[in-house]
């Protein structure tokens, strides 16, 4: 490359630094190669850069949200087999993947058995709005009380409160699945709930049915205030009476790998 040729490009690599272009600087070299050879006009040849540009800016979004989710495993609503459990109605689930519920501060309850779709269902959920610019995050009921108790000991119990307060979407998965709690750890998830009942969006998966929250959190009039609250906005998904998709006579997959646009992203 002529001297004079690569001095520019350099000042070109410095401004898309400051500039943060990351993809453009990426790709300049080859792009002025194409350039070139096809000769667009200045005015194509520019929004082709920025295009590519705010679609790789949207991917990396796209993919720290999902990234800093919580999210294990990364179920599509799409692939949901509506045909197997038709205990789902897949209208349903559509109109909640629109995520108006989000903007109205409304919840979202799935009770089931294991192996009925519940987490499927509510991740695929999550995905999509972290696909739509939401921020989201999900953690097993397990986890939650198990950090709302050790935070006790570094003190950091109201900045963990506070952080799972602000995001837009909350999935509370296994809900009922916990060891036995400590009056502390069931103090602070009041708290919790308290800060998001009717302002922002929750998504939880339980196998229990809502009359069995008083014995397992132990404080039935708590319980009676929070049900109050939660139920004002919420909508019911039961499953009750489906079918196991964990029954390998489905022939159904056991896990699903990460997006497309994780793979993609080679992020830091």
Not at 33 to 58: I, M, N
Not at 192 to 215: A, D, F, V
Not at 237 to 263: C, F, Y
């Amino acid at each position: 490359m002529p001297r004079r040729r690569k001095k520019m490009i350099d000042q070109l690599h410095n401004l898309l630094d400051t500039l943060k272009l990351r993809h453009t600087r990426e790709t300049l070299v080859d792009a002025l190669k194409a350039a070139q050879q096809k000769k667009p006009s200045y005015s194509r040849f520019l929004l082709e850069l920025l295009s590519q540009e705010h679609q790789d800016k949207r991917n990396r979004s796209i993919a720290n949200r999902i990234n800093r989710s919580g999210l294990e495993e990364f179920w599509e609503l799409e692939t949901f087999p509506y045909h197997i459990q038709r205990a789902v109605k897949k209208q349903t689930i559509n109109g909640l993947a629109d995520l108006d519920f989000i903007d109205q501060g409304k919840s979202v309850v799935f009770i089931g058995q294991p192996g009925y779709g519940k987490t499927g269902l509510a991740s695929g959920i999550l995905l999509k709005a972290l696909y739509a610019g939401k921020s989201g995050y999900c953690i097993k009921a397990q986890d939650l009380f198990d950090e709302l108790d050790a935070s006790q000991a570094d003190r950091s119990t109201r900045h963990f409160i506070k952080r799972l307060s602000r995001v837009d979407l909350l999935l509370l998965d296994e809900f009922g699945y916990t060891n036995p709690l400590r009056q502390v750890q069931i103090n602070n998830f009041f708290r919790l709930m308290h800060n998001r009942c009717g302002r922002r969006s929750m998504l939880i998966t339980t196998n229990l049915g809502y009359t069995e929250w008083g014995k397992f959190l132990g404080d039935a009039p708590l319980v009676a205030a929070l049900l109050s609250r939660l139920l004002q906005k919420c909508q019911t998904i039961s499953i009750t009476k489906g079918t196991n998709l964990r029954d390998p006579k489905h022939g159904l997959p056991t896990s699903a790998p990460a997006p497309q646009v994780l793979k993609s992203l080679q992020l830091p």
